[in-house]
């Protein structure tokens, strides 16, 4: 490969090349050209809010906030917490209604979800 240019200039010609190839098998060589690391956190936070904020039969839950302007929050307590207000009885998804027993029902839904129920009957 002599280009009839002098050595060091042919040298240095093909060096940044050399470099930018060992950038590209550094990166391939990490999942997801080096954003695995950051979409694992993004899932176990995603997993600790489902964990503190997404009751499921059987959890009691302190409500705060409102319905109407999109502030509530059901946070997950201990049942015999003094926080804890109400006891999830069902969770339903799309149309079904909750038991007439109930004490509250909280609707969620998202953009491109099917609406979630939540029963709730108090402590």
Known sequence: MNCGCPLDRQAARWRPQSRRRSFLVWKAGRPNGGKAAEQAS???????????????????VKVTGLE??????MTIVGCDSSEAQYKTAEVLTGAQECKPDTARAISLRGRHTVSTRWCFTTV
């Open 68 to 73: 109407d302007d999109n502030t509530l929050q």
């Open 42 to 60: 993004a899932s176990a936070s995603a997993e600790a809010y489902n964990k503190r904020h997404n009751p499921q039969v059987g959890d009691c």
